[in-house]
């Protein structure tokens, strides 16, 4: 069974590429070839896991997710990516650098002035959609599945300060 979804980023999100742009940026978007920013497969993986956990079904689990160290799960989890006619578009008419924008903050002491060097400046991403899927999902663990997807609610970094909301919608087949 395979579960085809789309991840609709209602604001600004960033999940990280682990680098940064030396002093003008502290941290990336992670980005493909094109420069086209993406959620990877493995961060959706663990994202879901965290879902399925929260539903407590630990055959689903087991057989998707797998038991750490011990068995590899079953299902595959695709990179999520804009659709292929949008992808196509901005890299011919070369748009891929107003997908970005820069999110700066700072922190403040109890005096109410800014901390010597606190200031952090990141790159995020413009709301966008997204879409992949997950396969060989077994099929008594369909939707199961489709709620841990659809219960995820927001992603990435700054996550619990406004950055990353998302829905998240799919269909099995």
Known sequence: MTLKYTIEFLDYWHLSSGLSAGAKLDSLVVKDSDGLPYASGKTLKGLFHEMAELLGDAQLIEKCFG??????????????????????????????????????????????????????????VIPLTLHATIENIPQEHGQNMKKATMMLKRMGLNRNRGLGRCLIVGELS
């Open 67 to 124: 038991l750490e160290g011990v068995l590899q799960g079953e299902c595959y989890f695709s990179n999520a990516t804009l659709a292929t006619k949008e992808k196509e578009e901005i890299v011919t008419n070369n748009l891929q650098n107003h997908l970005y924008g820069v999110i700066a903050s700072t922190a403040i002491g109890k005096d109410g002035i800014a901390k010597d060097n606190s200031l952090r400046e990141i790159e995020v």
